[in-house]
């Protein structure tokens, strides 16, 4: 707690100084002993005079990066001449510099573009031109390259020349003679190298490497495992495009794993607390709608035993019960599976152990569940709805052997269904959940009536 | 797809050089070329003879670093001997060689730490010494610091020094000459600043820090916004204990989300395909029992409406219908909910935003689905079910409103339950589940076999 008031600190201290330090001089002086994410922290809570002030006090390099720090940079852009807001672009990492971009109005986008440099623009083109689950329209062009020919000396020299305008230093990247991707140095390696040795023996030439038009969901799993280095990103002939940094694989990481969050809960992407009755509308009602149309398929099934019912209108009591035990079952089994696609490519050995797995453990969890359910529903039937003790048990054995199966072939299902839609292409995340809910119901609530029909009422002549 | 073949070739292009390259130093040389996640990944897949006749020819400082990409790394610690285990632990990160040491049992533990040199013994003592859920326990003792006093030429060299045994090099830690944590230094500005500079103009004094015992889901945020940048732990004393690296953000990020997930879904942690059967009934039955004993509260308010289910046994098909959707919403709004309160520290006045919203889209979206079902049930009671037109629309009538005022009053609960939740500082996404979907079917029934009571039996008589 002490600590975060101490946070917040930097961002009052910030304040503070920005408000009641005359000269620009001292301002400038004082402001860069701050990192640029409390800046921007104290950035957003001034007022518009203030910040115009801050401007040209920053500089367009350090205004950029403050910018990245900040959730709409596109507000405050808003708030410099077009002139200046493209030079604040061109200092930008190209992906971020696309995100904000993407949040302008069409023509004030064009204008900004219009005014960068050549290289910024042809950057920025180049990271627009992939959709946004490919790889490459995550990357950031800022990174350090050199040629495999150079002495350690001048790869260093290299290196510091480059380093004012990228500041993704920690790998350095090589090309060969034709400007061909080569391998990559490790800057430790470089900078603990001795004058006399070779570049080439610092140079890992079997480097990891992403291709552009990758799919991030596809290699999400490679890039979480070499989170902390930066991965090169080459298009079909080899030649380095951009990288991904660490900070873009906590995004991605972060933006997957929320993706995978929101769908499981039927939301078709991650919402915020920013959006409009109309967005969030949009992104519930396709699911619902779904399941409206499915849960009237499982209403008309139920009607079948209407008449069950109506002979035993106890038994209906339980229905509520056991559909929801089944469904919840279902999404455990559900979820465990995605997150198991997701993480690894399964060998079929290894499918049939985890669909194997989950009908165990639904088995298990069904007998204890069926058992309880039998015991106490069986004790409420007779001591409270006034039923003989035989009818009674009879009822709630019918509950917790009803239980029992429905939990079993849920598991089944929840696990069988994810992987059917994996393996034909279709994002079980998003398609998964409202048919295991359906095929769930009508198995739980075809167990349970019929076993009810079957034995009370054929068997036993209830009625 | 071809980029995957290609990646995979790597673990098979190492497979075949180990296996088939005769001499030791040909085969380090060629070795080196590669990403130490590739390696790991083609060690797993040798036999214990080859890995045998790897681990010297690598050192124990690359199997350290090779042993931090691989899942379970205990196994295979165990094919060395003790104090060459103990070498390749004292190598890698303290945190690493806290997960590695916590897989062994508590003798070869002991007998392990015993053998470390003292530096290592010590760090990974205080990293064992915080909960699970202290930042302390995820940082890493692998950092650069110097002296706040030298001069950019030293401190260079002291960098070059330090880099050999340290590889987390990217920012350089500052300490004044009482050893306190004094500011950080941006390895680029190091490297581009000028003899003749200050170290000090190029010191941030002002850099953001975590404290040891802080809470990581409280400071994850903080950790993201920084994710580029190391940051530094502090103990009370303001000395700096370790850092936080951005493959440790990434680790934590990743955990943290897979939580959120898991629990969403029912589950008490997220779970693997290693796990045993045991082990996932635990995860899963807690869950399932809260929620046997709750769907038994409310089958006992189900039985207060049987005799309404006995006069018109119709109304019985639609209560799946209305109870499902009440509960996916309820889901949408919980998910919605949690994100928030995870992603940002409320106000008073955005909470109530929140809940104004909620309420918002789940009447809307409820006004919607309630007209889709009055008119499609109504249809299909009326025609399939042979009912009087009246009859069917006045049934479906009651389905449509009790699905709109279900759907309104579960947006609610959904929002409201884990802000309460949170308030009181009990972990919403754990507790808020079995209690919505709890309330969520109370409401829905009552609602709905409340209103066929209301105006079909009291008010049209229709028994």
Redesign the interface.
Known sequence: M???LK?QN?VE?LIEIIRSTKSNEELRDKL????E??IADAFVRLDEEERKRLYPILGAEQVAEIFT?IDDPDLYLNELDLDKAARVISYMDSDDAVDVLDELDDSKQAQLVELLDEESSHDIKMIQSYEDDEIGSKMTTNFIVIKNDLTIRQAMRE??RQ??EN?N??TVYVTDEAGKFY?AI???DL??ARENNALE?I??????Y??DH?QIS??IE?M??????SIPVLDENDEILGVI???D???V??DE??D???K????TA????QET?VE??KK??P???I??VL??G???V??IF??V??VI??V??????I???A???G??S???TI??LV??N?TSK?KR??VG?EM??GF??GL??GI??FS??GL?VWL??NNPVSHAFIISGCVGLALMIAMVISSLVGTLIPMLFHKIKIDPAVASGPLI?TIN?LVA?VTYYGLVWLLLIDVLHFA
């Open positions: 002490d600590e975060k946070e930097y201290e860069s002993d701050y990192h994410n409390d720090y290196l510091i380093a004012g500041d230093i920690l391998g490790d800057l430790k900078i603990i023996d140079i890992s030439t079997s480097y990891p992403l291709r990758e596809e290699c490679r979480k495992d070499y989170a902390e280095d940094t660490s900070q694989i906590v995004e990481v972060d794993m929320g995978d969050y929101a499981l809960a039927g939301l991650e919402e915020d607390l009755l969030s509308m519930r009602l699911w619902l709608i399941l409206l849960g009237m499982v209403s008309s139920v009607g209407e008449t019912v109506a209108p106890i209906m009591c339980f229905q509520s019960l559909l929801d035990m469904g919840n079952v999404t455990q559900l979820a465990v997150r198991v993480d690894e399964l290894q152990h985890l797995k165990r453990v298990m969890n204890f569940l309880l359910a106490f529903i409420y409270l709805k809910t119901d609530v």
